[in-house]
């Protein structure tokens, strides 16, 4: 559904201004300033874009051509000044526009730029900042910025004008005032009085496509007729009348409000926002009758373009007829609604809202939840399956869902991305710290209610009254201790480490090196950032930030560690500008693990395989970036090896910290089946690393080698496959290796799943035992938002192999 986007019907006749044709080409009639204009006209004007709720990320000034001919505007210009200002600010124009089309001329983005959906392709564009309130535009036949003060509509170059709000200067009268949701539009684009007041109306933004004429009159409808079985409104764009329901809900701009007499199809909605602007005067209980203009409204913020959209009445006029008993909630779960249990969506093939060739919400969780939306809902005793996150989202399920972790939470698989998930949010109340394994309850029953609703690429209950948290007793994992035998090797991704995160982060991460991960003897790590972090001061070292690590390290009563790692070139790897993320090698000096330090790894030589006298492998650089300058590589960290030594025995160990998935499509967004842009790049990335553990094995096929780090895929994708390789040089995916509820290491959005991953050569795998220490991702107070991996392993000469 789009954003606030009113369905607009072209006039067939427009009038046609008076021209003189040369050589095919229509010149225009100067007309007397301040006259009616008869073919160039501003149709619409718009303020709010990129602020708070705003439905597009852009301010706009639309026009249209009246005449029977092309005009030509190229030096003409859109001029602004702010309501009582005599400066004007210019955006040129270029190009001509057709008779009867639209020409869209894009401005600048509020405080909030971000919010909202981009405009249409724009036939001009400019920076101007207009206010969402109140402000004059004007449509000049030059490009010279206006010099008649705050008064200007009367000047010779002006061709139209516009005074909305609080305007001091207008045609007779200003507009009305407007929101960062609402437009001034001419009721008729082919037609104008001369008077703002007259010809503009407060609506619905709708850039690039032309509304007025007639207006038609009011339809009587019901929720359910303007919800209908779709995403979409079948009635968007339609002004509706005689809407009855209760009020269910109260928001900070508008209320919800549910039929309490029910249609006989599921499929079908029964609740509805209202977007009043301003704080709503009705109360919970109230019975009501609305009418208003029906919009389909897509949030904005990051990534706003893929969110679906929500249904909704604006510039509503709402009558109080009595009071009622709110609906009862609608229970999702068992004994009421049950969500799907695997499928999201399956019958698109792009942008949901138009190609979906059905609307299932019996076997499409996309559709269930839409078919839900607006409607008071009850979870009886939500299960917790990831932690309350920084933006106070808590991901839970009904009773009976998916297939779950051994701790409670829910497993995203390559045919189960668990549509039975959905959030509460903090909207209305606050959301509590809960981890996963938790359960909640209402205040006084063990149903939590709220109001479903949808933003950020989720379907959201916005409960009304805080949840309580019942404690479901998941406690920090702890590993085993390696053996005198054993040699450990551990992963984490550290988040953004740097100096600047303070005592308490190191020591954190510390403890979990101590005791939960039991010291391992090589730790692989990910997102160590530079000695001053985020600062971009061309500082690439990173010792700092590792000496400090190594320091809490043996404060927290662990062993001493050193490290080895090559500073990249300086913001060319991704992650926080100035922060130079990489990865880099921590091991202890007190046991039998040794470093093979081999000089001439550098941030931009690679290292490479040679031989010894014996024809074993050895990297001609350790530590070695590899291939750094490979394409795979840009704006990404580039891999680092090591090679050790283990009670003489040589183990090489590549640390990775692949592509983000950001960009990806949510996968509760407008675009099934979701669309992984990032994937392709991390599939390059697999196959560089994957070469190069291949010529290490072209040497010794039985060479003792680990493969880890953060690669930000799952260990059912294409990337891991890549890195496995095939036939007797495979790795071991140790992930795949465990039964499916142990397999995760991060949860997102209440997804458990693996993203960090060891893979090991074969001939390591019947002495390993591997552990996902699950100590951060499901809990709200995390050192990382990434659980550790230790293996530990007992390489052996390849005589014994």
């Not at 919400?361 to 932690?387: K, Y």
Request: glycine share 10%.
């Amino acid at each position: 559904m789009s954003a606030l986007y009113r369905s607009r019907r072209r006039l067939g006749a427009l009038v046609v201004t008076s021209s003189l044709v040369l050589a095919g080409a229509a010149v225009l009639i100067a007309r007397p300033a301040d006259a009616a204009s008869t073919d160039v006209l501003i149709t619409e004007v718009y303020g709010g874009g990129g602020n708070s709720g705003a439905p597009y990320q852009n301010d706009f000034v639309e026009l249209t051509n009246n005449s029977s001919a092309p005009v030509d505007v190229s030096g003409w210009s859109i001029q602004y000044a702010s309501a009582t200002g005599s400066s004007w600010q210019v955006t040129k124009l270029t190009g001509t526009i057709a008779p009867g089309a639209a020409y869209l001329v894009q401005e600048g983005a509020g405080a909030g730029a971000g919010n909202g959906q981009p405009l249409p392709t724009a036939n001009a564009t400019g920076t101007i900042l207009m206010s969402a309130a109140s402000g004059k535009v004007a449509l000049v036949t030059n490009q010279t910025a206006l010099a008649c003060g705050a008064t200007c509509h009367a000047d010779a170059g002006v061709k139209d004008y516009v005074g909305y709000g609080a305007a001091t200067d207008s045609e007779t009268a200003p507009a009305p005032g407007l929101s960062n949701t609402t437009s001034a539009a001419r009721n008729d684009p082919a037609k104008d009085t001369d008077n703002n007041s007259a010809d503009f109306a407060a609506g619905n933004p709708s850039p690039g496509t032309l509304t007025g004429g007639p207006a038609e009159p009011p339809v009587d409808a019901k929720i359910h007729d303007i919800q209908g079985a779709a995403h979409r409104s079948p009635l968007e764009g339609k002004q509706v009348a005689n809407v009855t329901g209760v009020v269910t809900v109260k928001g900070s701009n508008g209320f919800w409000f549910q039929d309490p007499l029910p249609d006989a199809d599921p499929a079908t909605s029964e609740g509805l926002f209202v977007f009043t602007s301003a704080a709503p005067t009705v109360s919970v209980g109230d019975a009501v009758t609305v009418e208003g203009s029906v919009a389909e409204f897509r949030p904005g913020g990051s990534g706003g373009t893929t969110n679906l959209t929500t249904t909704e009445l604006t510039n509503p006029k709402v009558t109080v007829t009595g009071n009622a008993a709110v609906p009862a909630p609608t229970i999702v779960g068992a004994g009421g609604r049950v969500p799907p249990s695997t499928v999201i969506e399956d019958d698109a093939s792009g942008d949901v809202e138009t190609t979906s060739t059905a609307f299932d919400p019996a076997t499409d969780g996309l559709d269930f939840w839409e078919s839900l939306e607006g409607m008071w809902l009850g979870i009886d005793q939500p299960e917790v399956t990831g932690p309350t996150s920084s933006f106070r989202e808590l991901s839970v399920v009904p009773a009976g869902a998916g297939v779950r972790t051994v701790r409670g939470g829910i497993l995203l698989q390559k045919t189960d991305s668990n549509p039975e998930r959905v959030l509460l949010d903090d909207v209305l109340t606050a959301i509590p710290d809960a981890k996963t394994g938790d359960k909640l309850a209402g205040p006084d029953s063990t149903t939590v209610t709220g109001v479903l609703d949808y933003s950020f690429g989720n379907f959201k209950l916005l409960p009304t009254t805080t949840p309580t948290v019942i404690d479901g007793g998941v406690k920090r994992e702890t590993t085993k201790a390696s053996s005198p035998v054993q040699l450990s090797v551990a992963t984490f991704n550290v988040e953004n480490l740097d100096p600047s995160d303070g005592d308490a982060k190191f020591d954190g991460l510390a403890q979990a090196v101590v005791h939960n991960l039991a010291s391992p003897d090589i730790l692989g790590l990910e997102e160590v950032q530079d000695d001053d972090g985020a600062v971009n001061s061309g500082t690439t070292s990173a010792d700092k930030t590792l000496g400090l690590l190594a320091a809490a390290i043996v404060k927290a009563g662990g062993p001493q560690y050193t490290w080895k790692q090559i500073d990249p070139v300086n913001n060319a790897e991704g992650g926080e500008p100035g922060g130079n993320i990489r990865v880099a090698f921590l091991y202890r000096t007190d046991k039998a693990v040794k470093f093979v330090d081999t000089p001439g790894g550098t941030s931009t030589t690679p290292t490479t395989i040679v031989t010894d006298n014996a024809g074993r492998p050895h990297l001609s650089a350790s530590p070695g970036r590899i291939d750094p300058a490979n394409p795979a590589w840009a704006a990404t960290r580039v891999p680092l090896a090591g090679e050790f030594k283990w009670h003489g025995q040589t183990v090489f160990v590549v640390v990775n910290h692949f592509s983000s998935k950001g960009g990806d499509n949510p996968l509760w967004g407008r675009f099934q089946p979701p669309v992984q842009v990032t994937a392709e790049k991390r599939h390059q990335q697999a196959a560089v690393v994957r070469g190069f553990v291949d010529q290490i094995l072209a040497k010794d096929k039985g060479a003792n080698v680990v493969v880890l780090g953060d690669l930000n895929d799952f260990d059912w994708s294409q990337t891991a496959d890549i890195l496995v390789g095939s036939g007797k040089t495979a790795l071991i995916d140790l992930p795949r290796t465990l039964p499916l509820p142990e397999r995760y290491s991060y949860v997102f959005e209440g997804n458990s799943q693996i993203l960090d991953q060891i893979l090991i050569s074969q001939n390591l795998r019947p002495a390993s035992a591997y552990d996902v220490v699950h100590m951060n991702a499901e809990f709200p107070d995390q050192i990382s938002d990434h659980d550790p991996q230790v293996v530990k392993l007992t390489p052996l000469p390849s005589w014994v192999r």
